[in-house]
């Protein structure tokens, strides 16, 4: 009976001496995580800004678009127009 009641205490004893030092530590490793996902989040979050203000303003992208379509175009009909003169 001794036994068990010395178990039990030194069993509270530990998990009192658990709970205080995560207590301790839990606050300083939650922070630290904090602050790696931060960093994580303006890492990804500074590139991902710069190609969402491209996607917003798309007019001067796809008028160059439109530009390289239409003078490809010009230039395919060009050229098969000259290979159909030469022939």
Excluded: K
């Amino acid at each position: 009976m001794v036994g068990a009641l010395v178990t039990l205490a030194l069993g509270v004893v530990g998990a009192v001496a658990v709970w205080s030092a995560v207590a301790v530590f839990a606050p300083t490793v939650v922070v630290t995580a904090f602050d790696a996902a931060l960093r994580v989040l303006a890492l990804v979050a500074v590139p991902a800004s710069a190609i969402a203000e491209v996607v917003r303003q798309p007019a001067v992208p796809l008028s160059v678009l439109v530009a390289i379509v239409i003078a490809t175009a010009h230039e395919l009909r060009e050229s098969r127009l000259s290979v159909a003169r030469v022939r």
